[in-house]
């Protein structure tokens, strides 16, 4: 064993391999591409790491799974601070220890806040970006029928958009289009009960279960309704369409009525892989998420995991000779790393290394059911 972990000592690269690869939905970000992406009006975590540091190779997978789960409604990126370019931004950022991560509410046009919780699993990533995205002022949820017309008619001179659906909850893609399109599009939504709302409107009711989405341009107190799909992109297409204002609407409307869901291999691939995230989730703890609410309103979250028997349960549950050592080691390091513990991680990485591989092994036993995944939340 311990000549094991000397060759392993002594191929460093081996160490520090692995943490966001290509397949995983968390982008890798320079100085340049954050620069770039932080030019969009949308909510994203960031993970400032450094390849050495043994927190980070063990937050991967949980980011990973997060960031799957929220595809395509909020990006996940990291930086690698070790990366000389990347330096000056890491400094900019306040990033002091390793990993930091960090919630940008609206791309650059709101200051971050700094994750500080204690658990860096899965679900604790995607509730902590879900419950952080940035809601505009002018976004409303219109409880009852006869609200409607005052807010139709209120800023009659914007153009406004009104979701109309059968949901309890205000539908997480329904808040990122909110924040994406602030000061462009007045965001309202009514939960519908036996079509009292479209008779306040006057109009038929649309369809029982379907959530609708309406278009009142500016001016006018009569609604397109949307006829494309209820997903991020065709939603998207269609409000940069409207709000760019040299095409008709209703030409607009008409293209994409016409759009086939084709997606792409690419996103075939993403979708099998949410499918398969949720599965193990419905399978494995659905119920246990529902209770993690709770938790967190009671303030017991941290524990949750632990005590439920999932999250970073596979480090744990495995036992053998070495899962205690490894444990140990964990326990005693602090909870991010600096860089002057960079020589010290050397030593202690190949323990740290060990573990992930073992918690490698049984993850793909044992899908851990962490997160949610979009395809529920990604459609209205
Ligand atoms: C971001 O939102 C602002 C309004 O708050 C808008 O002027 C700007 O064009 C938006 N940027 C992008 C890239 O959509």
Redesign the pocket.
């Known amino acids: 064993m311990r000549s094991a972990l000397l060759s392993l000592a002594l191929l460093p690269s081996l160490a520090y391999a692995g943490l966001f690869t290509a397949d995983s939905m968390v982008k890798m970000l320079d100085a340049k591409s954050f620069k770039q992406a932080m030019?969009?009006?949308q909510t994203s975590l960031v993970a400032f790491v450094a390849p050495w540091c043994g927190h980070c190779q063990r937050l991967v997978p949980e980011f990973s799974k997060a960031a799957l789960g929220l595809h395509p409604l909020l990006p996940f990126y990291a930086v690698d601070c070790d990366d000389d370019k990347n330096k000056r931004l890491c400094a900019d950022q306040g990033v002091k220890g390793f990993p930091t991560v960090k919630v940008f509410p609206r791309?650059n046009?709101l200051p971050p806040m700094t994750y500080e919780g204690a658990e860096r699993s899965a679900s604790a990533f995607y509730y902590y970006a879900t419950r952080r995205i940035h809601k505009p002022k002018s976004f409303l949820k219109i409880y009852q029928p006869e609200d409607l017309v005052p807010w139709i008619e209120k800023r009659a001179d914007a153009m406004r958009t009104l979701l109309m659906t059968n949901d309890k909850k205000t539908p997480l893609l329904w808040e990122v289009l909110a924040n994406?399109y602030?000061?462009?599009l007045e965001f309202g939504i009514h939960r519908d009960r036996q079509g009292k709302g479209y008779t306040a409107i006057g109009m038929e009711p649309v369809g029982k279960k379907e959530s609708k989405v309406l278009v009142y341009p500016p001016g006018s107190t009569t609604p397109f309704i949307y006829e494309g799909l209820n997903k991020f992109d065709s939603l998207s297409k269609f409000y940069d369409g409207i709000l760019d204002g040299s095409v008709d609407i209703t030409v607009i409307n008409a293209e994409a009525k016409k759009e086939e869901y084709e997606p792409s291999e690419e996103e075939l691939d993403i979708e099998r892989k949410q499918e398969a995230q949720r599965m193990a989730l419905l399978h494995g703890g659905y119920a246990e998420m529902i209770d993690f609410e709770a938790a967190l309103k009671k303030g017991d979250a941290a524990s949750f995991h632990d005590t439920h028997g999932f999250g970073s349960a596979p480090l744990k549950k495995k036992v053998n000779e070495e899962a205690p050592k490894a444990e140990e080691s964990k326990a005693a390091e602090p909870a991010q790393e600096s860089e002057p513990a960079k020589a010290a991680e050397a030593e202690s990485a190949t323990e740290a290394v060990s573990a992930t591989e073992e918690a490698t092994v049984e993850a793909t036993e044992t899908p851990a059911p962490e997160a949610h995944v979009g395809k529920d939340e990604a459609e209205l």
């Open positions: 030019k969009a009006n791309g046009s994406k602030e000061g462009q």
